[in-house]
T-cell receptor, first 114, second 114 residues
């Protein structure tokens, strides 16, 4: 079955280190999204991509970057991790061709920055 | 810009009681509306969606929601809840067709007690 997978599921890192979270989908979806989930804030959009070589900033993009070199993957990089980036990160994808904007989510990555 | 307000952050109910989770949105254009559910330590999964047509939509697990354009609301209901419905519920809005992003509310934690 097609799916969307995130790795690692849990990560502990130190302040100042570079961290990359992986997201891989096998649906051949054009659209991919990264969110962070924090108590009291719901899900906030970090970055998104509508196709290969396309990337866009979301509402909370500072300190994060993404690259889209193929359809399947959208890795999220924290350039220099900060304690404020301790959160649960979700990747999602959707199919432009269906015109319904339904997003399918991965299981999440819990990141702790110490 | 679109926004979503979930009026209750927590809703405790007893098993077999009815429940309504409230969602209001603001947007200057026609919208697509969604309810997602998140069980503990999992990603989000689609519960139901409104794209067009009938204002009463039915989803999985016996949930339904009604789109009310004049009140800009999309409240979620279930006539009789089960312990297994305990989860966080997110309302989301998307501007139609070419804007693929979702804007999420902050979530409502539904706790079903025996």
């Amino acid at each position: 079955d097609a799916e969307i997978t995130q790795s690692p599921r849990h990560k502990i890192t130190e302040t100042g280190r570079q961290v990359t979270l992986a997201c891989h989908q096998t649906w051949n979806h054009n659209n991919m999204f990264w969110y962070r989930q924090d108590l009291g804030h719901g899900l906030r959009l970090i970055h998104y991509s509508y196709g290969v070589q396309d990337t866009n900033k979301g509402e909370v993009s500072d300190g994060y970057s993404v690259s889209r070199s193929n359809t399947e993957d959208l890795p999220l990089t924290l350039e220099s991790a900060a304690s404020s980036q301790t959160s649960v990160y979700f990747c999602a994808s959707s199919d432009q061709r269906q015109g319904e904007n339904i997003q399918y989510f991965g299981a999440g990555t819990r990141l702790s920055v110490l | 810009a679109q926004s979503v307000t979930q009026l209750d952050s927590q809703v405790p109910v007893f098993e077999e009681a009815p429940v309504e989770l409230r969602c209001n949105y603001s947007s200057s254009v026609s919208v697509y509306l969604f309810w997602y559910v998140q069980y503990p330590n999992q990603g989000l999964q689609l519960l139901l969606k409104y794209l067009s047509g009938s204002t009463l939509v039915k989803g999985i697990n016996g949930f339904e929601a009604e789109f009310n354009k004049s009140q800009t609301s999309f409240h979620l209901r279930k006539p009789s809840v089960h312990i297994s419905d305990t989860a966080e519920y997110f309302c989301a809005v998307s501007e139609s067709e070419s804007n693929y992003k979702l804007t999420f509310g902050k979530g409502t934690l539904l706790t079903v007690n025996p």
